[in-house]
């Protein structure tokens, strides 16, 4: 019996202990922290952190979230399996700490005129893990079985921009006729249907990772266990015990590999995200997936340098089903109760991690583009409050007969029901709604919001594929698979067939402006709040930056021997200022050289005619004139340019590579720089609140 | 040499009456999952109708019901569970040997220390029933009872790993250290239960007229004790172990998910919640077998510490 009496005494003491406990963050394994010396950050000339600044043990340690479901990467899907596949494998193109596309696999590409070819030209020194070089045909091959039918990819969509990608999928035509060509070892031929401005982001997405031929037919599907992988990225699997660990260390043979710092790196899965948390503050953890959802104002006091926010590419809100009672063709009351939510409070008490509040469908910081904001985006709550009573009235509702409905929600590790709670609540003190709350098991809330038989209200969102605003926009098309609102309207779907065909980035976005501004007008849905991503970050850990779409490769973090501000951040934003320069660099060089050999394997093989001479000429343009390359130049900075509007995420990368080697900034800098838009489709649903199936409910 | 026929013919019996049982098991539970709304590849994101269709052909979900579920009683009549719909790169028989292992070590040794603990207190009680001690014990088995290990466990993790940085806070290496918790905090209700069952019990039997006897006979007390009071009074216990024995062993959702142990717990709910059908059917069945085999282990030890149950005159 004694242990359960002691437990009763202790229990007591806790809430003393954990007042004093502040201090154990910094307690990490293989750190000298608490009696090293304090150690002067200098940078190296290449804008590397130099070796004495660095811990003797380069092991990291993340939390991975969940059990990844493969790392097979043509199978994967959820952020799990594609955190450590982005260490495992190397698409095409990569990601920069800010999320910025960079040269990967290719290290630089053409695209045409018409935006529906692609070439690309390999990195020559690419080796797989086992030492085979990388080639053209390893991507023709990987692609191809990604889109096999027999492969049964569940993310195989990425794919669908390719030319003939859905005949393939529907098993219509034989896999080698995607249209995807190796016109030699190095050099990667892309034909798309359309003009996919984003497609460039869709490549270090893992259904378009390169497979090792020689170990999948030796493997077969066995082929990404342990021992068996061959890998082309910066690190190779090393051991994987089933929902305990997974073991990566370095990849000896990656091409970049003198440039990767930590040596080994162990992703864990946490179902629980409190358990992440106390590990982590046990010393066992430097990074973990998220937090708790109810600890902010705890861990903002105990542990403001570890705690890390960031915006995130995706959306949280309320859906109508504007196909049943009470909703048709009532826009002035769904407008109503879009006014009534004081999505100020609903932020500050039930998120409580710094969502923005949202007045539109588009989260800030994808790209260039500005979401249309309503004009009682502007009011204040009580304004809202009136003319959300107004409107209500107007409807022909009163305290003696009050709208009723029921709002729909699924539980998990999120807070939908606090949210749907909330919502009910202020309905009702500002309009007296009657809503009920109906609370459903994740799959069968999935099953029926897509039925719409019996949804009224619902919990809805989405986080983006790729941090194009057009993925979110498209949900609202007629028919499509996930309009769930039932919201259909002509103009709005000639506008996204418009959307789909255009190539000049301004335009684009002016008609994507127009198309939002048009479905809020129509309001299928009440826009709530934008996602964060929050978590705990040993401030050692440095190498990394907050971005967008919550990417982050381990072969650009490095651990610190000791944490101290100043010199920290000044090793990140070192770091950032050395990444996308050298590819940079790199591909000028090679600009010349290549378009010629190009423009004579473009003769060669003749398969494609219209691929060939036009586009070989255009390629030479378009590396000379930097007026025409906003989308088909080689560098890829193209999209996410500076743009005033979108000021404190642009503004940063800028600056940082102008900055002296030994400026040392505040830690801000890095934490607020989501910066451009590191644009990879994001699996699945999982990674934050809006995630519904497959976590939770175990308490 | 009747009896151990006997014996030999029940064991047997029981084990044939096993097999409808667990066909029934198998039966109604192929057909509930598939009966629970949504299937396996829902999700927020949208499928195209052809990925759909290729996964469904994969998976043989494309046929109809009746043939799904005789493909599937071929594969388990040679103990193959097929593959897993959420982890994709594993057989559910390789996720079942992974985390097997490890439940039954937590458990076993959760179960253990609950006996040897349990037991000692409750005799400890009740041999000095109704006085300080006693009532002491008592209402810290009752509390243990109470406070669920979802509130016991935190609180260990935060003192002992935490604070005190002697254990870790979860994970498993198969190391001691990393058992201690997880051990501790699933024996202690277990724990408590059994101290009271054994106080319960073991009150009564000393209140019968076959320990008068042996105290009449003039036996010291110990001998009394141990040599005739401890079987009787066990009883009650033995046959609460065997249920308990196998949700021990067959791993606690909670306690893996607190201390994050790969063990075959969290597979009932993740399997579950995401309608991975064939995970569900193998940790069911897996369940459903060791439910009966202990159940049916506990009979044996019943016969053979109470001499009233003869299973040659029953059958």
């Given at each position: 019996?004694?242990?359960?009496?002691?437990?009763?005494?202790?229990?007591?003491?806790?809430?003393?202990?954990?007042?004093?406990?502040?201090?154990?963050?910094?307690?990490?394994?293989?750190?000298?922290?608490?009696?090293?010396?304090?150690?002067?950050?200098?940078?190296?000339?290449?804008?590397?952190?130099?070796?004495?600044?660095?811990?003797?043990?380069?092991?990291?340690?993340?939390?991975?979230?969940?059990?990844?479901?493969?790392?097979?990467?043509?199978?994967?899907?959820?952020?799990?399996?594609?955190?450590?596949?982005?260490?495992?494998?190397?698409?095409?193109?990569?990601?920069?700490?800010?999320?910025?596309?960079?040269?990967?696999?290719?290290?630089?590409?053409?695209?045409?005129?018409?935006?529906?070819?692609?070439?690309?030209?390999?990195?020559?020194?690419?080796?797989?893990?086992?030492?085979?070089?990388?080639?053209?045909?390893?991507?023709?091959?990987?692609?191809?079985?990604?889109?096999?039918?027999?492969?049964?990819?569940?993310?195989?969509?990425?794919?669908?921009?390719?030319?003939?990608?859905?005949?393939?999928?529907?098993?219509?035509?034989?896999?080698?006729?995607?249209?995807?060509?190796?016109?030699?070892?190095?050099?990667?031929?892309?034909?798309?249907?359309?003009?996919?401005?984003?497609?460039?982001?869709?490549?270090?997405?893992?259904?378009?990772?390169?497979?090792?031929?020689?170990?999948?037919?030796?493997?077969?599907?066995?082929?990404?266990?342990?021992?068996?992988?061959?890998?082309?990225?910066?690190?190779?699997?090393?051991?994987?015990?089933?929902?305990?660990?997974?073991?990566?260390?370095?990849?000896?043979?990656?091409?970049?590999?003198?440039?990767?710092?930590?040596?080994?790196?162990?992703?864990?899965?946490?179902?629980?995200?409190?358990?992440?948390?106390?590990?982590?503050?046990?010393?066992?953890?430097?990074?973990?997936?998220?937090?708790?959802?109810?600890?902010?104002?705890?861990?903002?006091?105990?542990?403001?340098?570890?705690?890390?926010?960031?915006?995130?590419?995706?959306?949280?809100?309320?859906?109508?089903n504007?196909?049943r009672?009470?909703?048709?063709?009532?826009?002035?009351?769904?407008?109503?109760?879009?006014?009534?939510?004081?999505?100020?409070?609903?932020?500050?008490?039930?998120?409580?991690?710094?969502?923005?509040?949202?007045?539109?469908?588009?989260?800030?910081?994808?790209?260039?583009?500005?979401?249309?904001?309503?004009?009682?985006?502007?009011?204040?709550?009580?304004?809202?409050?009136?003319?959300?009573?107004?409107?209500?009235?107007?409807?022909?509702?009163?305290?003696?007969?009050?709208?009723r409905f029921e709002i729909r929600y699924?539980?998990?590790?999120?807070?939908?029901?606090?949210?749907a709670?909330?919502?009910a609540?202020?309905?009702?003190?500002?309009?007296?709604?009657q809503a009920t709350l109906v609370?459903?098991?994740?799959?069968?809330?999935?099953?029926?919001?897509?039925?719409?038989?019996l949804t009224q209200v619902f919990?809805?969102?989405?986080?983006?594929?790729?941090?194009?605003?057009?993925?979110?926009?498209?949900?609202?098309?007629?028919?499509?698979?996930?309009?769930?609102?039932?919201?259909?309207?002509?103009?709005?779907?000639?506008?996204?067939?418009?959307?789909?065909?255009?190539?000049?980035?301004?335009?684009?976005?002016?008609?994507?402006?127009?198309?939002?501004?048009?479905?809020?007008?129509?309001?299928?849905?009440?826009?709530?709040?934008?996602?964060?991503?929050?978590?705990?970050?040993?401030?050692?850990?440095?190498?990394?930056?907050?971005?967008?779409?919550?990417?982050?490769?381990?072969?650009?973090?490095?651990?610190?021997?000791?944490?101290?501000?100043?010199?920290?951040?000044?090793?990140?934003?070192?770091?950032?200022?050395?990444?996308?320069?050298?590819?940079?660099?790199?591909?000028?060089?090679?600009?010349?050289?290549?378009?010629?050999?190009?423009?004579?394997?473009?003769?060669?093989?003749?398969?494609?005619?219209?691929?060939?001479?036009?586009?070989?000429?255009?390629?030479?343009?378009?590396?000379?004139?930097?007026?025409?390359?906003?989308?088909?130049?080689?560098?890829?900075?193209?999209?996410?340019?500076?743009?005033?509007?979108?000021?404190?995420?642009?503004?940063?990368?800028?600056?940082?590579?102008?900055?002296?080697?030994?400026?040392?900034?505040?830690?801000?800098?890095?934490?607020?720089?989501?910066?451009?838009?590191?644009?990879?489709?994001?699996?699945?649903?999982?990674?934050?609140?809006?995630?519904?199936?497959?976590?939770?409910?175990?308490? | 040499?009747?009896?151990?026929?006997?014996?030999?013919?029940?064991?047997?019996?029981?084990?044939?009456?096993?097999?409808?049982?667990?066909?029934?098991?198998?039966?109604?539970?192929?057909?509930?999952?598939?009966?629970?709304?949504?299937?396996?590849?829902?999700?927020?994101?949208?499928?195209?109708?052809?990925?759909?269709?290729?996964?469904?052909?994969?998976?043989?979900?494309?046929?109809?019901?009746?043939?799904?579920?005789?493909?599937?009683?071929?594969?388990?009549?040679?103990?193959?569970?097929?593959?897993?719909?959420?982890?994709?790169?594993?057989?559910?028989?390789?996720?079942?040997?992974?985390?097997?292992?490890?439940?039954?070590?937590?458990?076993?040794?959760?179960?253990?220390?609950?006996?040897?603990?349990?037991?000692?207190?409750?005799?400890?009680?009740?041999?000095?029933?109704?006085?300080?001690?006693?009532?002491?014990?008592?209402?810290?088995?009752?509390?243990?009872?109470?406070?669920?290990?979802?509130?016991?466990?935190?609180?260990?993790?935060?003192?002992?790993?935490?604070?005190?940085?002697?254990?870790?806070?979860?994970?498993?290496?198969?190391?001691?250290?990393?058992?201690?918790?997880?051990?501790?905090?699933?024996?202690?209700?277990?724990?408590?239960?059994?101290?009271?069952?054994?106080?319960?019990?073991?009150?009564?039997?000393?209140?019968?007229?076959?320990?008068?006897?042996?105290?009449?006979?003039?036996?010291?007390?110990?001998?009394?004790?141990?040599?005739?009071?401890?079987?009787?009074?066990?009883?009650?216990?033995?046959?609460?172990?065997?249920?308990?024995?196998?949700?021990?062993?067959?791993?606690?959702?909670?306690?893996?998910?607190?201390?994050?142990?790969?063990?075959?717990?969290?597979?009932?709910?993740?399997?579950?919640?995401?309608?991975?059908?064939?995970?569900?059917?193998?940790?069911?069945?897996?369940?459903?077998?060791?439910?009966?085999?202990?159940?049916?282990?506990?009979?044996?030890?019943?016969?053979?510490?109470?001499?009233?149950?003869?299973?040659?005159?029953?059958?």
């Amino acid at each position: 019996m004694k242990p359960t009496r002691q437990f009763f005494v202790l229990a007591v003491c806790v809430p003393l202990l954990s007042a004093c406990g502040s201090d154990d963050g910094e307690r990490l394994p293989g750190s000298l922290d608490r009696h090293a010396r304090a150690v002067e950050l200098v940078v190296a000339e290449d804008g590397r952190p130099v070796p004495w600044v660095l811990a003797v043990e380069q092991v990291l340690h993340r939390d991975n979230g969940e059990e990844p479901v493969t790392l097979d990467p043509h199978l994967a899907e959820g952020t799990p399996s594609a955190h450590i596949l982005r260490d495992l494998f190397e698409g095409l193109t990569s990601e920069s700490p800010t999320g910025r596309v960079i040269p990967g696999a290719a290290i630089r590409w053409n695209i045409s005129r018409d935006g529906k070819t692609y070439t690309f030209y390999l990195r020559r020194e690419a080796r797989w893990s086992n030492g085979d070089p990388v080639t053209a045909e390893d991507f023709v091959y990987g692609l191809r079985r990604s889109a096999s039918p027999s492969t049964a990819s569940n993310f195989a969509q990425v794919l669908l921009p390719i030319a003939n990608a859905a005949e393939v999928l529907a098993g219509k035509v034989p896999t080698d006729q995607l249209g995807v060509t190796a016109i030699n070892d190095h050099i990667l031929q892309i034909q798309l249907k359309g003009p996919t401005p984003y497609f460039l982001r869709l490549l270090n997405h893992s259904s378009t990772y390169p497979v090792h031929r020689p170990s999948l037919v030796k493997y077969g599907s066995a082929f990404s266990r342990p021992g068996n992988l061959v890998s082309n990225g910066a690190y190779i699997l090393k051991d994987w015990v089933l929902r305990s660990r997974i073991e990566l260390v370095k990849n000896e043979n990656y091409w970049d590999a003198e440039n990767v710092i930590i040596k080994q790196v162990f992703y864990y899965p946490f179902e629980d995200q409190s358990a992440a948390s106390k590990q982590f503050r046990a010393g066992e953890l430097h990074w973990t997936y998220g937090v708790p959802n109810n600890q902010f104002k705890w861990l903002q006091r105990h542990y403001p340098d570890e705690l890390v926010i960031s915006p995130w590419a995706g959306s949280y809100f309320f859906g109508y089903n504007v196909t049943r009672e009470p909703f048709i063709e009532n826009q002035d009351l769904r407008l109503a109760l879009a006014l009534a939510l004081d999505r100020d409070l609903l932020t500050e008490k039930v998120t409580q991690f710094g969502e923005q509040p949202s007045y539109a469908l588009v989260p800030p910081g994808i790209g260039e583009f500005v979401s249309p904001q309503p004009e009682w985006a502007d009011w204040t709550q009580a304004e809202r409050n009136d003319e959300a009573r107004r409107l209500y009235a107007e409807a022909g509702y009163s305290e003696d007969k009050p709208l009723r409905f029921e709002i729909r929600y699924d539980t998990g590790q999120n807070n939908n029901k606090k949210m749907a709670l909330a919502a009910a609540s202020l309905w009702k003190q500002v309009l007296g709604v009657q809503a009920t709350l109906v609370n459903e098991e994740g799959k069968v809330f999935l099953r029926n919001r897509e039925q719409m038989v019996l949804t009224q209200v619902f919990r809805s969102g989405w986080t983006s594929d790729y941090a194009d605003p057009f993925g979110f926009l498209e949900l609202f098309r007629t028919g499509h698979g996930r309009n769930y609102y039932g919201y259909s309207n002509a103009l709005y779907d000639s506008l996204l067939d418009e959307i789909a065909s255009e190539r000049i980035p301004a335009r684009r976005r002016r008609l994507m402006f127009e198309a939002e501004r048009i479905l809020l007008g129509g309001l299928p849905f009440i826009p709530v709040y934008t996602y964060v991503t929050k978590r705990l970050v040993s401030p050692r850990l440095k190498g990394w930056e907050s971005n967008i779409m919550d990417h982050h490769y381990s072969k650009n973090m490095f651990l610190l021997k000791s944490v101290h501000e100043g010199e920290a951040s000044a090793a990140a934003v070192e770091r950032d200022e050395e990444r996308p320069a050298e590819p940079e660099e790199s591909v000028t060089e090679e600009v010349l050289p290549t378009a010629t050999e190009e423009g004579q394997a473009n003769e060669a093989p003749g398969e494609h005619a219209a691929a060939t001479a036009a586009p070989a000429a255009e390629d030479g343009q378009a590396s000379e004139d930097p007026g025409e390359a906003a989308n088909s130049e080689e560098v890829p900075k193209s999209e996410p340019e500076d743009d005033g509007a979108t000021a404190p995420a642009e503004a940063v990368p800028a600056e940082v590579e102008a900055l002296p080697a030994e400026i040392v900034e505040s830690p801000q800098v890095q934490s607020e720089a989501p910066g451009e838009t590191g644009e990879v489709p994001e699996e699945n649903d999982a990674a934050g609140g809006d995630s519904g199936s497959g976590e939770g409910f175990r308490e | 040499m009747t009896q151990d026929s006997g014996m030999l013919k029940h064991t047997l019996r029981r084990l044939l009456g096993l097999l409808p049982t667990l066909l029934m098991l198998i039966t109604v539970t192929f057909f509930m999952m598939r009966m629970a709304p949504g299937g396996p590849f829902d999700s927020e994101k949208l499928l195209p109708a052809e990925i759909e269709a290729n996964l469904n052909a994969k998976y043989h979900l494309d046929e109809p019901l009746l043939r799904q579920y005789f493909r599937y009683m071929g594969q388990i009549a040679v103990l193959d569970f097929g593959p897993s719909f959420q982890y994709k790169d594993w057989s559910v028989n390789e996720l079942i040997a992974q985390s097997y292992p490890v439940s039954l070590t937590v458990g076993g040794l959760a179960m253990l220390l609950a006996f040897v603990l349990g037991t000692t207190l409750g005799i400890a009680a009740a041999l000095r029933q109704n006085t300080r001690v006693d009532y002491s014990l008592m209402g810290i088995a009752m509390l243990g009872i109470s406070v669920p290990n979802f509130v016991i466990a935190p609180i260990l993790i935060l003192l002992l790993a935490v604070y005190a940085g002697w254990l870790p806070a979860g994970g498993w290496d198969w190391g001691i250290a990393s058992m201690v918790l997880p051990v501790v905090t699933l024996a202690l209700p277990v724990t408590a239960y059994i101290a009271r069952l054994t106080r319960g019990s073991m009150i009564e039997v000393l209140h019968s007229n076959f320990i008068r006897t042996a105290r009449a006979k003039g036996l010291p007390e110990s001998v009394v004790i141990r040599r005739h009071a401890l079987k009787p009074a066990i009883l009650p216990v033995i046959s609460f172990m065997g249920p308990a024995t196998a949700g021990l062993i067959s791993g606690s959702v909670v306690i893996e998910r607190i201390f994050s142990l790969p063990g075959l717990g969290s597979y009932f709910v993740t399997g579950a919640l995401n309608r991975d059908y064939t995970l569900v059917m193998g940790v069911v069945i897996f369940y459903g077998v060791l439910i009966i085999l202990l159940n049916f282990l506990v009979d044996l030890i019943y016969a053979w510490l109470n001499p009233k149950i003869r299973y040659d005159e029953k059958y």
